[in-house]
């Protein structure tokens, strides 16, 4: 099985990915926006079995009740976001040494979407979580 590996931006942090997503996404969610200072952010969703931290030690904090966020303490680059008891674990395409690896195939929190961030058109959308309603537009 080939092994995909990521890491911050300043390198202080390495991880290595030795399987498969279950899904790839982009969430939209104001948490994700505000904690990346991005308009969106695209994340794998990994088997926590298969992903390890290979270098350095992340900075790991509760961003709502239950859900970890981890980054790098120095650079500040997001890398994971894990809810609590659950054996998968998201890691941002952004962070991977080759973010093209995997593509988004859903889009997810579209409610919560700016205006300005155009929803993939080829994508699935939800207006929450992936396992609830899809978003229509409008
Ligand atoms: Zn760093
Ligand atoms: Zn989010």
Same mark, same amino acid.
């Given at each position: 099985m080939s092994t995909v590996t990521g890491g911050c931006f300043c390198g202080a942090v390495r991880y290595a990915i030795t399987g498969e997503p279950k899904s790839v996404g982009i969430c939209h969610c104001e948490s994700c926006r505000r904690i990346a200072g991005a308009e969106s952010v695209a994340w794998a969703v990994i088997p926590l079995a298969v992903f390890a931290i290979t270098a350095g030690e992340p =900075?790991? /904090?509760?961003?709502?009740?239950? %859900?970890?966020?981890?980054? =790098? $303490?120095? =650079?500040?680059?997001?890398?994971?976001?894990? %809810?609590?008891?659950?054996?998968? !674990?998201? %890691?941002?395409?952004?962070?991977?040494?080759?973010? $093209?690896?995997? !593509?988004?195939?859903?889009? %997810? /929190? =579209?409610? $919560?979407?700016v205006s300005w961030n155009a929803l993939g058109p080829s994508n699935e959308h939800f207006a929450e979580g992936s396992s609830g309603p899809k978003f229509e537009a409008g």
């Open positions: =900075c790991a /904090f509760n961003s709502s009740p239950g %859900v970890t966020r981890m980054h =790098c $303490e120095r =650079c500040a680059t997001s890398l994971t976001y894990r %809810v609590e008891g659950r054996e998968l !674990i998201d %890691v941002t395409l952004g962070s991977l040494d080759d973010a $093209e690896t995997w !593509i988004p195939g859903q889009e %997810v /929190f =579209c409610a $919560e979407a």
